[in-house]
Nanobody, 119 residues
Framework: QVQLVESGGGLVQAGGSLRLSCAAS????????MGWFRRAPGKEREFVAA????????NYADSVKGRCAISRDNAKNTVYLQMNSLKPEDTAVYYC????????????WGQGTQVTVSS
């Protein structure tokens, strides 16, 4: 079955950096677009970043643009989210998700990794 396993979360001070990873298994990774989402306490889940199956197209939420970079390694079946200049409002559970290329919805989700940014 498809599994997405996030790692790399933790506690960091404001202004610090974290690199999240998401290892995928049970799917043909290079047939899938990948995304990162987050859910802050008391808030709805929101989009953070996405990358297409080739890695050639990326898009970001305005709230993280210029501070985050999404990338993928198709040889390792892994997608990454490099987060810099972290702010307390970035505190959330971060989820990676996969959708088949050219499909509209993300069909597979990981369990999430907690990111906490202290002020």
């Amino acid at each position: 079955q498809v599994q997405l396993v996030e790692s790399g979360g933790g506690l960091v001070q404001a202004g610090g950096s974290l690199r999240l990873s998401c290892a995928a298994s049970g799917l043909t990774f290079n047939n899938y677009d990948m995304g990162w989402f987050r859910r802050a306490p008391g808030k709805e889940r929101e989009f953070v970043a996405a990358i297409n199956w080739t890695g050639g197209l990326r898009n970001y939420a305005d709230s993280v643009k210029g501070r985050c970079a999404i990338s993928r390694d198709n040889a390792k079946n892994t997608v990454y989210l490099q987060m810099n200049s972290l702010k307390p409002e970035d505190t959330a559970v971060y989820y990676c998700a996969a959708k088949r290329k050219a499909m509209g919805l993300y069909g597979y989700w990981g369990q999430g990794t907690q990111v906490t940014v202290s002020s």
